[in-house]
């Protein structure tokens, strides 16, 4: 199993950013699929998922402006960020476990992860 994530970049407030997970070895809509990130000194933290059925869960800090998805055709997971804010640059790493649901949205709940692209937001 391998998740290549891309798509990172830097971008002024209020611009947008769409992150894209590459899978191999498995497909993505059958697993729980999710975003993290981590800015530096602080601790990984989740940022949306979805589950194999498709129902998502997004932190509250960026509802209604992330939007998680996958592409069944590509096997690929995307984060489409919009409105971004200074707060929201972190390294966002793609993340997988091998169930179809999603027990909730830590960081231990995932076995899988890549290796993390850089997202950077300057006011």
């Known amino acids: 199993v391998q998740l290549v994530e891309s798509g990172g970049g830097s971008v002024q ?3 947008s950013l769409r992150l894209s997970c590459g899978a191999f070895g498995y497909t993505v809509s ?3 699929m999710g975003w993290f990130r981590q800015a530096p000194g602080k601790e990984r ?3 949306a998922r979805v ?6 869960s997004y932190a509250d800090s960026v509802k209604g402006r992330f939007t998680i998805s996958q592409d069944n ?3 690929t997971l995307h984060l489409q960020m919009n409105s971004l ?14 169930t179809s649901w999603c027990s909730d949205g830590s960081v231990t709940a995932f076995r899988y ?7 950077t937001v300057s006011s």
């Open 13 to 15: 407030a209020g611009g």
């Open 30 to 32: 059958l697993w729980c």
């Open 45 to 47: 933290e989740g940022v």
């Open 51 to 56: 589950d194999g059925d498709g129902r998502t």
């Open 73 to 75: 055709a590509k096997n």
């Open 85 to 98: 804010k200074p707060e929201d640059t972190a390294l966002y790493y793609c993340a997988a476990h091998p």
């Open 113 to 119: 992860w890549g290796q993390g692209t850089q997202v």
